[in-house]
């Protein structure tokens, strides 16, 4: 079952910060997150494991709730270049196989 | 960050033909590889997942006599569609995974498959 993320879309000002969040109804092993820019493949950003555990990649940061079953990314002094949209891919066991969501669609603008 | 390639880029063909799309695994041996399909402004849905020198495992609603997967190598993986219609035009992307625990997917560029 697709996770359900939100919001579905949210404009920036450059330097704002904003919170997406990835929502499942089943229990989670790990939860992937992706940045897709128009046209071009999606590209990862990093891992959360069961555990809840927090992570972060320069100003991007992602926290996992395994007992909510759900995970937030955090994007804190946004840049123009974070603009894209960003998928949760979620792994209900140790298969590997992801569901992603249906996707947040982030403009930063100047 | 390892690199994973697709070929072709985009291609354009005529209802009623197969196209054929690869997937290699440039730097890393893929034991596992995965192929999606993204229509305009939607998610990634996973087709199949495909395991090297196994049958690909395919996902519900998808005919696997219409897209053939074959995994033949651990640096390769193709998608045959066969029998292609305008329905069939979508944004096709694999991605490759090393297997053997919670690392990511490497995804690649993706084709954008057009049928006229």
């Known amino acids: 079952q697709q996770p359900v993320q939100s919001p579905q879309a949210v404009i920036l000002r450059e330097g704002e910060d904003a919170v997406i969040n990835c929502s499942s109804s089943k229990a989670l092993y790990s939860v992937h997150w992706y940045r897709q820019k128009h046209g071009e493949a999606p590209v990862f950003l990093m891992i959360l494991l069961k555990g809840g555990e927090q992570k972060g990649h320069d100003k991007i940061s992602a926290s996992f709730n395994e007992k909510k079953q759900q995970s937030s990314l955090y994007l804190t002094a946004s840049q123009l270049s974070y603009s894209g949209t960003y998928f949760c891919g979620t792994e209900k066991a140790a298969g590997n196989k992801l569901t992603f969501g249906g996707g947040t669609r982030v403009l930063v603008k100047p | 960050g390892a690199v994973v390639s697709q070929h072709p880029s985009w291609v354009i063909c005529k209802s009623g033909t197969s196209v054929k799309i690869e997937c290699r695994s440039l730097?890393?041996?893929?034991?596992?590889m995965f192929w999606y399909r993204q229509f305009p402004k939607q998610s990634l849905m996973l087709m199949a997942t495909s395991n090297e020198g196994s049958k690909a495992t395919y996902e519900q609603g998808v005919e696997k006599d219409k897209f053939l997967i074959n995994h033949a190598s651990l640096t390769l993986s193709t998608l045959t569609v066969t029998s292609a219609h305008p329905e069939d035009s979508s944004f096709y992307i694999c991605?490759?995974?090393?297997?053997?625990?919670?690392?990511?997917?490497?995804f690649g560029p993706g084709t954008r498959l057009t049928v006229t």
């Open positions: 991605s490759a995974h090393r297997g053997g625990g919670p690392y990511e997917q490497y």
């Open positions: 730097d890393f041996q893929a034991t596992t």
